[in-house]
């Protein structure tokens, strides 16, 4: 294999966390040229508190990465949630994108334990919790 074929893969993963990290400034610097009133009709369009779209446009478009990997470990079928309940689905990714215990979360999905932890530090446990049961008829 000549050197031009070789593969780098964690050069790679950090340039492409470079360019994601490039296009996040970018983004964040083209939202913050935007004027108040268009900024707050769109946060209203999202029905989310303007301040609340401010902090999930800061923390990017990976913000929510955690949730699905959450409900697998919980053993909740993700793309049937999509399906039946798309709005909850939107919340929670809202939820998972605002949180601030990201560290306890990615440990305990790294060590196989969020399934036996998340209650105490997930902010999406309420809904969790509601999604597990089984539906009464």
């Given at each position: 294999?000549?050197?031009?074929?070789?593969?780098?893969?964690?050069?790679?993963?950090?340039?492409?966390?470079?360019?994601?990290?490039?296009?996040h400034r970018r983004e964040l610097s083209?939202?913050?040229?935007?004027?108040?009133?268009?900024?707050?009709?769109?946060?209203?369009?999202?029905?989310?508190?303007?301040?609340?779209?401010?902090?999930?446009?800061?923390?990017g478009p990976h913000s929510a990465d955690?949730?699905?990997?959450?409900?697998?470990?919980?053993?909740?079928?993700?793309?049937?949630?999509?399906?039946?309940?798309?709005?909850?689905?939107?919340?929670?990714?809202r939820v998972c994108s605002l949180c601030?215990?990201?560290?306890?979360?990615?440990?305990?999905?790294?060590?196989?334990?969020?399934?036996?932890?998340?209650?105490?530090?997930?902010?999406?446990?309420?809904?969790?919790?509601?999604?597990?049961?089984?539906?009464?008829?």
């Open positions: 294999m000549t050197a031009q074929q070789e593969s780098y893969p964690t050069v790679e993963f950090l340039i492409g966390r470079f360019v994601d990290w490039l296009k083209e939202i913050r040229r935007m004027n108040r009133t268009d900024f707050d009709l769109i946060a209203q369009d999202l029905r989310v508190l303007p301040e609340e779209l401010d902090r999930l446009v800061e923390a955690e949730m699905p990997k959450m409900l697998e470990a919980l053993g909740i079928d993700l793309e049937n949630l999509e399906r039946t309940q798309p709005l909850l689905v939107r919340d929670m990714q601030r215990d990201k560290a306890h979360c990615h440990g305990d999905l790294s060590a196989g334990t969020a399934a036996e932890h998340y209650q105490e530090y997930c902010p999406n446990a309420p809904a969790f919790e509601v999604l597990d049961k089984p539906i009464k008829h």
